[in-house]
């Protein structure tokens, strides 16, 4: 078969699973999740010799820092997977609850009930740790999931896919509910985006240029978010030692992260205290700073004057833009500007700023006095998550178990007709 012949067959065989899945019971796709995690503690090994092969030929590739960093399977992202495996088993089943039930004054009683989306199609980059994560979210939601990661994770999304097979099988499910096509031919996602005949929803996970030709070719709705580009606002009076921990925690644990901090905004009264310390804390450890003209002489050696781009750039590495505001309404000017709708923070005492910032600012996450790599399934209780949407439309935010699912309308009669 051709390429776009086997697509269509991986879609045909999704459909015909995504039925069986979503008659199954809570505790067959629960059975599933926990078979997994003990799969994938016991191939620990496989998994690792699977994802050298990836990172070999990344290595051959040259292969930027961020990439290989999201390729890597290391013991604490495998650990992460398997508990995450364990956490979403453990979550109430969200197949067939019926929500707002009331009863009409004709007797009739009209309620909400929670089905799967159908089959969900996953696109891509680096991250195999996104295989399991969108994969077991999709099984406990009762959705088939085709998984098409990046070529560089080949190997290693193989092998994943391989291990949930054998869960799926071990629990009585459809093998078919999770694919992987076995092509890493970029056509494949071409022909994929086609199938709205099969494919319910597709969710793009990655750079934004990757999120921007998903989204231009899909034939079906988009689950999406273009970039990351996190602001913190420091207020006037902020509490100094907790802002500067939570800054450096939201630029450096995870640079290459869709919630790492891209701009820090300073209020011009706590700009003479914070900034120095900040760049005491953070610069010595390599991150530099874009700074405006106020800011600039305050970061001393680590900063360089900030040019018009990088407000609203996505840096992915250890550079930061610091910009001085006059207060709270300019903070929130400047986010709506050159925000991207993803994770927004306010470090403030004030408690009245806090709930205008929280109410005002437009993100699928807003932050007061904590930072923003809060903005995850699992930091979030949703035990993982398959992706963060900033398109509003159905989900705004870590989509997780509930976020996979929709809702039909129900209706319990007595013989009633229409007048």
Known sequence: MDIREQMVEMGKRAKAASRKLSASSGKARQDALLILADLLESEAPAIGEANRLDLDAAAERGLDKAR???????????NSMIKGCRDVAAMADPVGEIESMVKRPNGMLVGRMRVPLGV????????????VDAGILCLKAGNAVILRGGSEAFHSNTCLAGLMHRALEQAGLPRDAVQVPSTTDREAVTELLKLEEYIDVVIPRGGEGLIRAVTSQATMPVLKHYKGVCHIFADAGCDVAKAVPIVENAKMQ??????ALECLLVHKDAAGELLPRVAEAIGPKGVKFKACPG????LGKYAEPAVDA???????DLVLAVKIVDGLDEAMDHIARYGSNHTEAILSEDYAHCMRFIREVDASLVVANATTRFNDGAQLGLGAEIGISTSKLHAYGPMGIKELTSAKFVLLGEGQIRE
């Open 254 to 259: 995870y640079p290459s992260g869709c919630n």
């Open 68 to 78: 290989v960093q999201r390729l890597t399977i290391s013991e604490k992202v495998l």
């Open 310 to 316: 990088d407000w609203g750039f996505e840096f992915l």
């Open 120 to 131: 969900v199609a996953m696109i891509y980059e680096s991250r195999p740790n996104a295989t």
């Open 295 to 298: 800011s600039l002489p305050l």
